[in-house]
């Protein structure tokens, strides 16, 4: 069912609340792929009812990105849900979202702010504001569906860090539950924005996993130090492609690894022409 307003989605999740069933909440920006349907089936299997939301959020948006080109594909969306089992998606406007006239500056709206701390590094540092967007979308997105439980992918790894803290801080009874990155045989990690990817950026596009694969690979030799781990991402990488971040941090609260061990993540983000890309991989899994 494809509903576009708040007071629907309540009045329906308030029947199911009364019929003592669990909801899970998928939250998205559309444009499906495979990667959400591996969320979106994992909480179709552990929940009675699952509601996938699809809004192209502005506020997480920083000047000058993406925000008018990124993909809308609502009818396709709407179809893979079906597909899936998906009892409600819930596509609302921005209007709907924040209001008349939409105004979307913190000195208009309330907005939840995650701590400097976590959001002051990696993809937070080119992104300035861009997760006190996420955070404030997605405490909407709980206030009006209040799910059991909320699907969030570890390919925006930082992201999933930055929303367990912020349920955790605020108390929020709603479980998070992280699901794998899905990559394509190939190793590149299923994103939205690989849509903007020509084939030949594709092939270059590799690279990230190549990176990442190595130093897993070295790190299960032996390989500890990080800096040592580092160098090894060189040899892949040539003038197609433009280095943001390579860094080794702590999968809990995101502090730097000077030597790598079973809690560490490796966070890379690369631009291939205007496109940027991100991902991910755990040393162990823990
Ligand atoms: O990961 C995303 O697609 C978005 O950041 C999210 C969580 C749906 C909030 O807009």
Not at 33 to 43: R, V, Y
Not at 80 to 100: H, Q, R, T
Not at 199 to 206: R, S, V
């Amino acid at each position: 069912m494809l509903i576009h307003t708040i007071a629907e989605v309540r009045e329906q999740v308030k029947e199911w609340r009364k019929q003592g069933l669990s909801i899970g909440l998928v939250p998205t920006m559309g444009a499906l792929h495979d990667g959400h349907k591996s969320l979106i089936e994992k909480s179709v299997e552990k929940c009675d009812k699952t509601v996938v939301s699809v809004f192209v959020n502005p506020i997480q948006f920083c000047p000058g990105e993406d925000l008018d080109k990124y993909p809308r594909t609502l009818e396709a969306d709407e179809k893979l849900c079906n597909d899936a089992g998906v009892d409600i998606v819930f596509a609302p406007s921005p209007k709907e979202m924040y209001g008349e006239g939409h105004i979307l500056s913190n000195d208009f709206l309330t907005y939840v702010i995650p701590p400097y701390f976590y959001t002051d590094k990696l993809c937070g540092k080119s992104r300035v504001g861009h997760f006190d967007g996420v955070c404030t979308v997605v405490n909407k997105l709980f206030n009006i569906v209040q799910p059991d439980f909320a699907f969030f992918g570890e390919k925006d790894r930082q992201q999933l860090i930055i929303l367990k803290k912020m349920v955790k801080d605020l108390n929020i009874p709603i479980q998070i539950i992280p699901c794998p990155i899905v990559r394509e045989e190939s190793g590149l990690a299923l994103s939205s924005r690989n849509k903007y990817l020509s084939e030949n950026d594709k092939k270059e596009a590799l690279v990230l996993s190549k990176i990442l694969f190595n130093i897993k690979a070295c790190y299960e030799k032996g390989i500890k130090d990080c800096k040592l781990l580092h160098e090894t991402a060189f040899s892949y990488l040539n003038e197609h492609h433009s280095l943001e971040y390579l860094e080794f941090r702590d999968a809990d609260d995101l502090e730097e690894k000077k030597i790598a061990d079973k809690n560490t993540i490796v966070f890379i983000a690369l631009k291939i022409g205007d496109v940027r890309l991100i991902d991910n991989i755990a040393l162990e899994n823990v």
